[in-house]
């Protein structure tokens, strides 16, 4: 295996994108119903808007686009995250070559991504968001030392275009640009592409990506930001110090997500340890400080916020540049790495296709033994079951939430699905005369609520519809050998001439 790869370096490219092309396999596989973020991209991706509550609108705008091509479906959600993570691998692997001299070492340092428990794990299971952030930081830090080895117009335009990307993705990116200016005003050599007038080029750029969303955040701030200072500030009523429980639950967050990675370094590299550690040049004193210098800023927000809750996926973004780091001290050692690769390869492929295979079994073996979550919801059996009641296909779809919203989306794709966001889904102003309606309910546990009446009232309500005369029910069973039964409650309405 060292000889094939030594001579033919591109083949990890290769090898990740086949491992990306396989999670979208795995994910058609194993669940036809939708985990928590994907039922939110059903929903905001039926709409273009300037802003989607807490998440900026880049990745729903993309969702939308690649809907138009391949139709609202479990398969456009999968490959547009993971053509992401591919693009995201792709110009980290291309900023690894510009800072490493050895290509085996380049493609650690990319293997690397895959070894962080939010790439292999977290986005492969649920996140959305963070992929397309993790592709404009991998993009940014491209264009960084791109500009940086070779300055050109063209470099600075990019950064700019970059960062823009970043915050457009989530929020938090901007800190890492931030980071990036204190980290090489510190370097006398690089203190003057800073003032270079090239650098307009990157804030011109830069502000003419974000202004419009921006305006549209400066509009609706409490809007955009009431969920995440919600979920950081979450139980602070019960925490004395609060700066305490916030830097304490940061800096775990950090171990976790570098523990793995790191440990894997160490094994691969275990004989040149020390020297390794002791270690350091330009290159690793930039990257280091810009990873440094980017949690200090996020432990400043969250004093600033009196924030106590700080999860691993919210500090993922700043997290990517830690195998890139680790790489350039094995080459700041003078250690070659050549012949690390293969096993840097089996590892990755143990991790990765593990954890695919766990999420295959979730899915696919679980109900064989009865042990059922939201992803085992029979939806399509319950909408086989509402087709059967020789209706029309609706043209509008109004669920008790945006989980039901979600996955209704996917058994009628040709709907426009209402969740009860109002901040966000615009109901019509007049429901077209005939239109069919479909209004629809379920509750996570698959009993049926007290009073299903009340409840479809509530959804007609919520949409300024009369309130259903018939109520329906039906019970569809589980995927699997066992005999456990789901419940759902729904109603047709079809507007009537005025």
Not at 86 to 113: S, V
Not at 384 to 393: I, L, M, N
Not at 396 to 408: H, K, M, P, R
Request: proline share 5%; net charge positive; charged share 15%.
């Amino acid at each position: 295996m060292r000889k094939t790869l030594s001579r033919n370096p591109d083949m990890v490219l290769m090898l990740i994108a086949g491992y990306f092309l396989l999670a979208v396999a795995a994910r058609l596989l194993r669940s036809p119903a939708l985990e928590v973020d994907e039922t939110q991209q059903a929903i905001y991706s039926q709409f273009l808007l300037m802003g989607y509550g807490s998440q900026p609108p880049v990745y729903s705008w993309l969702q939308y686009a690649l809907n138009g091509i391949l139709g609202p479906s479990i398969a456009a959600l999968s490959l547009l995250k993971n053509g992401l993570m591919f693009i995201c691998c792709l110009y980290f692997w291309l900023a690894a070559r510009l800072l490493l001299r050895e290509k085996a070492l380049a493609n650690i340092a990319t293997l690397g991504i895959i070894t962080l428990p939010t790439v292999f794990v977290m986005v492969q299971r649920d996140l959305t968001h963070t992929a397309l952030a993790f592709a404009a930081v991998s993009l940014f830090t491209y264009a960084l030392f791109k500009t940086l080895k070779t300055p050109s117009a063209w470099g600075y335009a990019l950064t700019g275009f970059a960062i823009g990307l970043g915050f457009l993705s989530k929020y938090n990116v901007i800190v890492i640009p931030l980071a990036t200016i204190a980290a090489l005003a510190l370097e006398k050599d690089f203190r003057q592409r800073l003032l270079d007038w090239r650098m307009l080029l990157t804030i011109a750029v830069a502000v003419a990506v974000v202004t419009p969303h921006l305006l549209w955040v400066l509009d609706n701030m409490e809007l955009a930001t009431r969920q995440t200072t919600g979920e950081m500030r979450e139980g602070s009523e019960n925490v004395g110090f609060h700066a305490f429980a916030g830097s304490l639950d940061l800096l775990l967050a950090f171990v976790k997500g570098v523990a793995l990675t790191t440990v894997i370094y160490a094994v691969l590299f275990f004989k040149d340890l020390k020297s390794i550690v002791r270690a350091s040049d330009q290159s690793t004193r930039i990257v280091g400080r810009i990873v440094l210098i980017s949690f200090i800023f996020v432990l400043l927000i969250i004093w600033g916020m009196g924030a106590t809750q700080m999860r691993q996926k919210w500090i993922a973004v700043y997290l990517l540049l830690w195998p890139l780091y680790l790489a350039l001290k094995v080459q700041a050692a003078g250690v070659l790495a050549e012949r690390k690769l293969p096993s840097m390869l089996t590892i990755t492929a143990v991790l990765s296709l593990g954890f695919v295979v766990v999420l295959l079994a979730r899915g696919l073996v679980a109900p064989h033994f009865e042990r059922y979550s939201l992803v085992h919801i029979p939806y399509g059996k319950f909408g086989e079951a509402v087709r059967k009641d020789g209706q029309p296909e609706p043209r509008y779809v109004i669920a008790s939430d945006v989980l039901v919203g979600g996955n209704l989306k996917m058994q009628f794709p040709n709907a426009t699905v209402f969740s009860g966001n109002k901040d966000i889904e615009k109901l019509p102003s007049e429901w077209p005369v005939g239109a069919v309606v479909l209004l629809a309910g379920t509750n996570d546990d698959g009993v049926l609520p007290q009073d299903s009446a009340a409840a479809l009232a509530k959804l007609a309500e919520r949409s300024s519809l009369p309130a259903p005369a018939e109520i329906r029910h039906v019970e569809v069973p589980y995927n699997g050998k066992g005999d456990k039964r789901h419940a759902f409650y729904y109603a047709w309405e079809t507007i009537p001439a005025r």
